[in-house]
């Protein structure tokens, strides 16, 4: 997502919220300051869905790659491979892009294992960092390299199979806390709509508008915790 979406979804809520909450479209202002912590949590979340689906095309190379140096050839010419068999799969994403660079570093003259450990650091995911370590002192040792690589791969998708099923087993209890987090606002809504004198003591008020406050601030962190609580990482 870009930022101008980012911009017009906290615009949106920001406004349905300050009329809800408190019966005023001018009370969006108050939300300004609040909307870079907004868009830092959703690039958050995108960053975590892409690491994720990098993970796992990482994953589908590194298989390429020790068939390729089961088959005799170089780790360096396998990488080539890699790169090659990953385009064929997921056409010009990220991992192939990833690979590109790390075939043109070696092409000019830097050493594979300083090229994944550049990768690594380019990413930032713990997965591939461990790669890199082991295949360092693989290649200084003369391992087979083969072998190490295939167990490197069972390991990560172990790991990244055992995230997948606790969310799975999760997932009904997160449906469950989104459907909740929608009940509150829903019935002040329907309050506000169906009987609006009911609950017209909590508007232009100093202490009904300190209640809204407090709820509203209650319920975003409500939904924060949920959210963070559901975050399952291995």
């Known amino acids: 997502m870009s930022d101008l979406i980012y911009t017009v979804v906290y615009m949106v809520l920001s406004v349905f919220a300050a009329w809800l909450f408190y019966d005023s479209f001018a009370a969006a202002l108050f939300a300004v300051p609040f909307y ?14 892409d690491d994720e689906k990098l993970t796992e095309e990482f994953l589908r190379s590194l298989v390429s790659v ?18 090659s068999d990953m385009e064929k ?28 450990y550049d990768l690594a650091k380019r990413t930032n995911i713990q997965e591939i960092y461990d790669f890199a370590v082991v295949f360092r002192v693989a290649m200084e040792k003369g391992s087979d390299l083969s072998a190490v690589i295939s167990s490197c791969s069972d390991i990560m998708e172990a790991k990244r199979d055992s995230e997948c099923e606790a969310r799975v087993m999760i997932r009904a209890k997160q449906y469950e806390q989104r459907i909740m987090c929608i009940i509150p606002p829903g019935i002040l809504l329907y309050l506000r709509l169906s009987s609006g004198s009911f609950i017209e003591v909590l508007y232009h008020d100093p202490r009904g508008i300190a209640i809204m406050t407090i709820c509203l601030f209650v319920y975003i962190f409500a939904i924060c915790l949920s959210e963070k609580i559901g975050d399952v990482r291995v």
């Open 89 to 116: 799969l997921y056409g010009k994403g990220r991992m192939v892009r990833e690979l590109s660079v790390i075939n043109t570093q070696v092409g000019t003259g830097m050493r594979l294992t300083d090229a994944l």
């Open 66 to 83: 020790s068939t390729s140096i089961t088959a005799g050839i170089s780790p360096e010419k396998a990488f080539v491979i890699a790169a």
């Open 36 to 49: 870079f912590l907004f868009r830092k949590a959703l690039r958050a979340y995108g960053r975590r869905r």
